[in-house]
C-alpha cells in the first residue's frame, strides 16, 4: 500500500485494464469508507454507492456502454485527425491519444470482465425545501430586494442542481485516490451522459429522484501506475484574465 498522498494523488492514473483477481469485500468496504469522508455540500451527504459483482448486471451495463463507446470513438477519432492536421498535437502526444483510446474502447468491449464496478448515486437533499423557502424569503427580500429575491428565486433550481453535483464528486475523487493507494487500479466514467437518459438508472433500479453520478470500475491493474501529465495551468491574479507578475 502506498501511503504518501502526494506522491498517490500524482501517480493516480485512469486504469482501464484489470487482471481476472476478485476485489475482497473488505476492500470495497474500506474504499467506500474513505469516500464518504469528502466534503458535502451544507453537510448533506446525499451519496450513495451501489456495487455491482452480478455478471447478468454488469453484462446489462456493458451493453448501454457499448452504444455510447461507439460513436464516441467516432468523434474522438475526428478530433484528433483534425488537431494532428493542423499542427496541434506532436508525435508523440498523438501516440499517447491512440493508447488512450484503445483502452478506452477496450474497457467497453471487456465491461462485464471487470471485477467490481462502484456506481456513485446521488440524491436529493433530505432537507425539506419548502421549509427551507418559508423562512428564508423575508432575508432575501431584505438582502437583495424584491426583483433580486426573484431573479435568486428563478435561478434557484440550477444552483440546487449544481450543489448537488458538487457534493458527490469529491466522494468520487476520494474513492480513485483510495483505490490507488491500495494499489487498485480504477477509473471515472460517466457513460449514462453518451446516450438516452434513464437507460442505466433503470438497469439499477434507481428511485425517483436518485441519479447515477460516476461509474467506477475497479480491480487490480495490469497497467502500472505513474505520473499523472496535465498541461501547464492557467493561473490569473485576483481577476480572470490578469497575469501574474513573476
Known sequence: MDTDLFEVIRTCRAMRRFEDREVPDRIVNELIDLAIRAPSGSNVQNWSFIVVRDRA?????????AKGTRWMSIVEEGRLAAAVEAGLVPPDEEAKNRRSLTAFNALAEHFADVPVVICVCVGGDPTPTAARTSKSIRGLIAEYGLSGAIRFALAGRSMV????????????????LAARGMGLGAVLTTPQLL???GRFEKILGLLNGVDLAAVV???YPKGKFGPVRRMPPRVFKDRYGQTRST
Do not use: D, F
Not at 57 to 65: R, T
Open 195 to 197: 446516450g438516452p437518459p
Open 217 to 219: 470500475p475497479i480491480g
Open 161 to 176: 442542481a449544481r450543489g448537488r453535483w458538487a457534493s458527490v464528486y469529491p466522494a468520487v475523487q476520494n474513492l480513485l
Open 57 to 65: 448486471v454488469k453484462e446489462a451495463l456493458a451493453g448501454e456502454i
